[in-house]
């Protein structure tokens, strides 16, 4: 008997350097790759573009209360709470918000210019309606956001609409005040298994087709690599995931070893077993220090010394290493090398970082974009395991 079919999203890719009316920022700037995912709010029939964000927890959308009528992109809702939320990113975006329950509805463009539905929460869901914006980092951002709100223009770094996080993390501190991620909470049909695949691959030939699949298939389980067993989440915020009543798991979906090496030099330094993060709303990749990692200022170009550990950019010629050992024997390990003198475009950067507060965590890795341009991924809500399958095509002799 044919299993029942997966809902499949198209993603879209934007070069963020670039304005969203094609204009190009800076001649010859290397492009900076995010990803997108068309939304509607609340029955919604005009989907706009949100950042797709498998780092980023909860759904965060932009309120459209300054915007002309014709150009806002709420639907109905019901807000429980103002301006109880709130959630800052290490770019420096921080937003607070009102919890709201509405519908949420994913689509896919339409070859017309127009747009198709694909599958929705089939409910009311909880989410964040941002009222306020700051940056800690640019001035310039915020007045950009408020002008952007104005005209009915995307205000998030003139492309989309807010942020759709896709993190398995809840946002929150509280099982009463916490938002989730709105994708594990997408019922999906009979004969499938709770759970979803990013699929992005090579962002710089053109031509690929990035996806989300909602929906999990006996072929899929069969059809990947690796089996990691994923983190679970051990905060006071909401521990299930409504409608599915799946777990909630750390943004530190799992564990692998990371070393790095100066071939100038031959100096190393290794770490094992540390949390890693798979994000595909960073840029770059970052290794975020703390008491038990701390980056060698010999790796750092122009290094900077804060709160007792060097931070700044990896040089050039400076590789990251990747290693996890599958969850099964019989499958293959992840040994993942990220080119540290790879600058074809902002995705290949490394840096050394800290948070100034423990509450965002300290001691893990996060690989970025990157990872999910070397594998398809896949997230297996039953049974808390993350896979790994190349997305490369092999070389042809």
Not at 353 to 369: E, K
Request: hydrophobic share 30%; aromatic share 10%.
């Amino acid at each position: 008997m044919l299993s029942a079919t997966p809902y499949k999203i198209p993603l879209e890719v934007v070069d963020i350097k670039q304005k969203s009316t094609g204009q190009a920022a800076k001649k010859d700037a290397k492009p900076e790759y995010k990803l997108g995912i068309y939304v509607g709010l609340g029955g919604n029939a005009n989907p706009r573009l949100y950042e797709f964000d498998t780092g980023g927890e909860g759904f965060w959308a932009a309120a459209d209360s300054k915007s002309p009528k014709d150009l806002r992109w709420w639907g109905a809702k019901k807000v429980v709470s103002r301006g109880s939320l709130g959630i800052t990113y290490s770019s420096g975006n921080r937003y607070v918000a009102n919890k709201v329950r509405t519908s949420v509805e994913l689509y896919q463009p339409d070859a017309d210019g127009g747009f198709s539905k694909v599958v929705g929460t089939g409910q009311p869901v909880d989410m964040g309606q941002i009222v306020r914006y700051s940056d800690a980092k640019s001035k310039s951002a915020v007045v950009n956001w408020n002008n952007a709100l104005k005209t009915g223009s995307p205000p998030l770094q003139n492309w989309f609409y807010g942020d759709f996080g896709a993190s398995l993390s809840p946002n929150g501190t509280s099982e009463k005040n916490s938002i989730l991620s709105i994708v594990p909470q997408i019922p999906i049909p009979a004969g499938l298994t709770i759970g979803f695949i990013v699929h992005v691959g090579d962002l710089e030939e053109g031509g690929n087709q990035p996806y989300l699949q909602i929906g999990l298939t006996p072929e899929d389980l069969k059809s990947f690599d690796t089996t990691l067993p994923m983190n679970p989440y051990t905060g006071t915020a909401q521990r299930f995931f409504p409608i599915t009543g799946v777990d909630t798991y750390s943004e530190r979906i799992a564990n692998a070893d990371f070393s790095w090496t100066d071939p100038k030099t031959n100096r190393t330094q290794s770490f094992k077993d540390l949390g890693w993060t798979i994000d595909t709303g960073a840029s770059s990749v970052t290794v975020w220090q703390g008491d038990s990692v701390a980056v060698n200022r010999g790796f750092l170009n122009k290094p900077t010394r804060s709160g007792g550990l060097f931070t700044g950019r990896f040089k050039k010629h400076v590789d990251l290493n990747v290693t996890a050992t599958a969850a099964n024997p019989h499958e293959t390990n992840i040994n993942m090398t990220i080119d540290g003198g790879s600058k074809k475009s902002a995705d290949d950067k490394i840096a050394a970082n800290y948070h100034a507060t423990t509450a965002m965590g300290q001691n893990y890795v996060n690989t970025g974009l990157y990872t999910f341009t070397q594998y398809d991924v896949m997230y297996n809500l039953e049974d808390g395991t993350i896979h790994f399958r190349s997305s490369q095509t092999p070389t042809q002799n």
